[in-house]
C-alpha cells in the first residue's frame, strides 16, 4: 500500500530549540524522500531530500535522518526560530514511474520566542 | 523567472455548477501536475502530464473530474457537477521532466462549494 504517515500532527517548539518531525512507510518501492514547507496562502516549497541510499542529509539548520530498515525517515530543525513557523510535508516518490509523490498528512510547527 | 501561477486563487460556486482552475507552469518545464489538499490533510495526486499526454488519470476521484493541457504550457482542470466534498485547494506543480526531482507548486485554488 502506498502510504506516508507522518507524526506529530502539531509541535509547539521554543526559539532556539529542535524541532523533530517522523514520518514511516510501508511501500519499498520509493526511492526519492523530500520535505516540503508551506506558509499559509502559498503552495509547498521543496526545503530538502534525500535518497534511500544515503543515511543522513543535511543543509543548514535542517537535516534528513533515514532509516532503510525500519523504513522511517525524520526532519530535524535545529535552532528554531520563529520564521520555521510553517506545516511541514514528508513525501515518498513512487519508484519506476512519473515523479508521482505521495504525501504525509502534514505537521503544523510554532515556533515561539 | 515566475514561478507556477494558478488562477483563480479563490472560487466558491453552488452545487451542481462546473468549475474551470487554471495552472501556468515555469516556462520550459515539460511536467505537470496536480494535487488536491482537503483541510488540513496532505496533498492527495490527481493527475499528471509530459507534455500534453497524461498517461495516468487514476488519482481522479471520479469521473466528474477531467483535465487538459495545451502543448507543454497551460493546463486546466475541470471539476463537473461539483459537490461539497470536492471543496479544497487545488494545487498545481511542474518539474523540468519526469525524471527531475523537484516540483514547483503554485500558490493554489481554493474552492468553495455550497
Known amino acids: 500500500q502506498q502510504q506516508v504517515k507522518q507524526s506529530p500532527q502539531s509541535l509547539i517548539v521554543q526559539k532556539g530549540g529542535i524541532s523533530i518531525i517522523n514520518c514511516a512507510y510501508e511501500n519499498t518501492a520509493f526511492d526519492y524522500f523530500p520535505w516540503y514547507q508551506q506558509f499559509p496562502g502559498k503552495g509547498p516549497a521543496l526545503l530538502i531530500a534525500i535518497r534511500p541510499d544515503v543515511s543522513e542529509k543535511k543543509e543548514g539548520r535542517f537535516t534528513i535522518s533515514f532509516n532503510k530498515s525500519a523504513k522511517q525517515f525524520s526532519l530535524h530543525i535545529m535552532d528554531s526560530q520563529p520564521g520555521d513557523s510553517a506545516t511541514y510535508f514528508c513525501a515518498a516518490r513512487v519508484s519506476g514511474g512519473y515523479n508521482k509523490l505521495i504525501f504525509g498528512a502534514g505537521t503544523r510547527l510554532a515556533v515561539h520566542p | 523567472g515566475a514561478g507556477v501561477s494558478q488562477s483563480p486563487s479563490n472560487k466558491v460556486t453552488e452545487k451542481g455548477k462546473d468549475v474551470e482552475l487554471r495552472c501556468d507552469p515555469i516556462?520550459?518545464?515539460?511536467?505537470l501536475y496536480w494535487y488536491r489538499q482537503r483541510l488540513g490533510q496532505g496533498l492527495e495526486f490527481l493527475i499528471y502530464f509530459q507534455g500534453n499526454s497524461a498517461p495516468d488519470k487514476s488519482g481522479l476521484p471520479s469521473d466528474r473530474f477531467s483535465a487538459e493541457r495545451t502543448g507543454e504550457s497551460v493546463s486546466t482542470l475541470t471539476i463537473q457537477r461539483t459537490q461539497q466534498e470536492d471543496s479544497a485547494v487545488y494545487l498545481c506543480a511542474s518539474s523540468l521532466g519526469l525524471a527531475r526531482d523537484e516540483q514547483f507548486f503554485g500558490p493554489g485554488t481554493r474552492l468553495t462549494v455550497l
Open positions: 516556462s520550459g518545464h515539460t511536467a
